[in-house]
Nanobody
Framework: QVQLVESGGGSVQAGGSLRLSCAAS????????MGWFRQAPGKEREGVAA??????????YYADSVKGRFTISQDNAKNTVYLQMSSLKPEDTAIYYC??????????????????WGQGTQVTVSS
């Protein structure tokens, strides 16, 4: 049974940092696409970042809104993926979901391609 368990959410002031973690069980992070989505109230769930290391190197994706501020990484020995978020803005406030997609990451990182979801963790950025 695949389980994705997020941790690390919380409240922070604008300009601050948070690191989210997603521990996977029953699933190999080293051979599959791992990533993060977020959903703010009244908005669609959007892909934030993704990583695939199955090809021998690190292939990453970032939404334009987070480029240069967020960094995705993973520790395959721990089957865990991380999202380091810096220079946070109030518009980053959302529930963040860990996501797993079998195989390499899709060209378009959208929710319909995702096979497994975590339960979500709240990130709140105050101005």
């Amino acid at each position: 049974q695949v389980q994705l368990v997020e941790s690390g959410g919380g409240s922070v002031q604008a300009g601050g940092s948070l690191r989210l973690s997603c521990a996977a069980s029953g699933y190999s992070t080293s051979r599959n696409c791992m990533g993060w989505f977020r959903q703010a109230p009244g908005k669609e769930r959007e892909g934030v970042a993704a990583i695939y290391t199955g090809g021998g190197g690190d292939s990453t994706y970032y939404a334009d809104s987070v480029k240069g501020r967020f960094t995705i990484s993973q520790d395959n020995a721990k089957n865990t993926v991380y999202l380091q978020m810096s220079s946070l803005k109030p518009e980053d406030t959302a529930i963040y979901y860990c996501a797993a997609d079998q195989g390499s990451c899709p060209r378009r990182y959208i929710s319909s391609y995702i096979d497994y979801w975590g339960q979500g963790t709240q990130v709140t950025v105050s101005s």
